[in-house]
């Protein structure tokens, strides 16, 4: 079961008790890096965070969209804030800045995507060029 599959209301299987899933948008960008660097560091960072959904990159840019279990929005915003940060070295991440931020709740990435303004879940999953 995904989490966009799952119960619709309070708690399901994936979420403790205190717990929500939180659908995480991160965006970041600096300057140029070589493109397999890129990919290399993203699948990195996809392995070592086990609900990482998917990337997007360029050569200047990234977009990773995942979901993050966490009691609020502030802590899931927390943690998606130091994503980046904590895995620059263990996944070779280039030296970018985090420039965009988007959390939401489930049942608010599921009404989105029930009248077309969400992306729709990623498939396949990993890591893809822009």
């Not at 397999?36 to 360029?58: I, K, M, W």
């Not at 990234?62 to 279990?69: C, D, F, L, T, V």
């Not at 990435?109 to 077309?116: D, E, F, H, M, S």
């Amino acid at each position: 079961m995904t989490p966009e599959t799952a119960s619709p209301a309070g708690t399901s299987a994936e979420e403790g008790e205190g717990h929500r899933l939180w659908h995480v948008t991160l965006s970041v960008s600096g300057a140029a890096a070589p493109l397999p660097e890129v990919r290399r560091g993203l699948e990195q960072l996809a392995h070592d965070h086990a609900f990482l959904l998917t990337s997007r990159y360029a050569e200047d840019h990234a977009e990773i969209r995942y979901w993050e279990e966490a009691r609020d929005l502030h802590d899931a915003a927390a943690m998606a804030l130091r994503l980046w940060g904590e895995h620059r070295s263990s996944a070779d991440l280039p030296p970018w800045e985090i420039v965009g931020l988007e959390v939401i709740d489930r049942a608010t990435y599921r009404k989105r995507l029930a009248t077309g303004r969400a992306p729709a879940p990623v498939a396949p999953v990993g890591v893809h060029p822009w």
